[in-house]
């Protein structure tokens, strides 16, 4: 059993299509979810169609796609329309769900006779005599062909033909992107080795810029600045020594203890201003 749905401008359906064992030489019998639909087409929750039936669908038989689609077009076209418990039409747009809890089940089919050509196939062991039997079940090339003969079987052996030659298709085509598939392939992987140098360089670089970032923090800055006062306070201070040491003379030790200290003085202010205003210290927004 096959399961088609689709939607037509008031509900939500589906074709169910229940293939009989004769099949393909019996036609399919298909039924309509949900059930109690009315339409010229459906009677007792069954599609009534010429080409459904023994003598028309003798001429159909490998055209039940085609079939199946003219049905789907008609109901779309021409929506069925469901019955009250009157037995009237109702115009009510709800959904399957809305209309059932669960799904009905389809109509039981009735059981088919056995197609003509069933009848054949079996007339034609029948009429076999016990000789002619014998043979068969002796010589494997005579119940070759014999088999063979058979209409429901060449109609397999044509749509086996039909999906090999389809899948060999197929098969080949897949074959003809494999160049495409190879070159995709060491395209992308040309892209991922690009990407990986780059994401490298990306991060040295990154590294790179963090460490500049961090010699110019705030807390590097104090630091140094306070380092910085504090070497200018002792250069001072070892002039001021060596000339009392007497190994600077009068001038060169005024020259060189002022520039000592006027440099002292200016790291010092800075500072000073610096702890004052708070200017080297991370505030948090509130």
Same mark, same amino acid.
């Given at each position: ?57 003798? *001429? ?59 009848? *054949? ?90 460490? *500049? ?60 201003? *610096? ?12």
């Amino acid at each position: 059993m096959y399961e088609l749905s689709f939607t037509t401008s008031n509900m939500a359906a589906s074709l169910l299509v229940n293939l009989p064992p004769e099949f393909p030489e019996a036609p399919p019998i298909i039924t309509v979810s949900p059930n109690g639909m009315r339409h010229p087409w459906i009677e007792s929750d069954v599609v009534i169609q010429d080409v459904l039936t023994p003598p028309g669908w003798s *001429a159909n038989q490998a055209q039940l796609g085609k079939i199946m689609g003219d049905i789907m077009e008609e109901f779309m076209q021409r929506p069925p329309a469901r019955k009250n418990s009157n037995g009237s039409n109702s115009d009510n747009a709800t959904t399957l769900e809305e209309s059932y809890g669960h799904r009905p089940p389809p109509p039981v089919p009735a059981a088919q006779p056995s197609s003509a050509l069933t009848t *054949a196939e079996y007339a034609s062991i029948a009429n076999k005599s016990a000789e002619e039997l014998e043979q068969l079940l002796t010589d494997d090339v005579a119940f070759e062909l014999f088999f063979n003969s058979f209409e429901r079987i060449r109609s397999m052996k044509t749509v086996q033909e039909e999906l090999r030659i389809g899948n060999e298709n197929l098969a080949q085509k897949n074959i003809g992107n494999e160049e495409n598939i190879l070159k995709l392939r060491s395209e992308t992987k040309q892209l991922d080795e690009e990407y990986r140098k780059l994401r490298s360089e990306f991060d040295e670089k990154e590294r790179q810029q963090h460490e *500049a970032f961090n010699r110019f923090s705030s807390s590097t800055v104090l630091t140094r600045l306070k380092a910085s006062v504090y070497e200018s306070d002792e250069l001072s201070e070892s002039v001021g020594q060596s000339f009392l040491d007497g190994n600077l003379d009068h001038d060169s030790f005024v020259k060189q203890f002022r520039e000592l200290r006027k440099v002292y003085h200016l790291r010092a202010s800075k500072l000073e201003l *610096a702890q004052k205003e708070n200017l080297f210290i991370k505030k948090i927004p509130t």
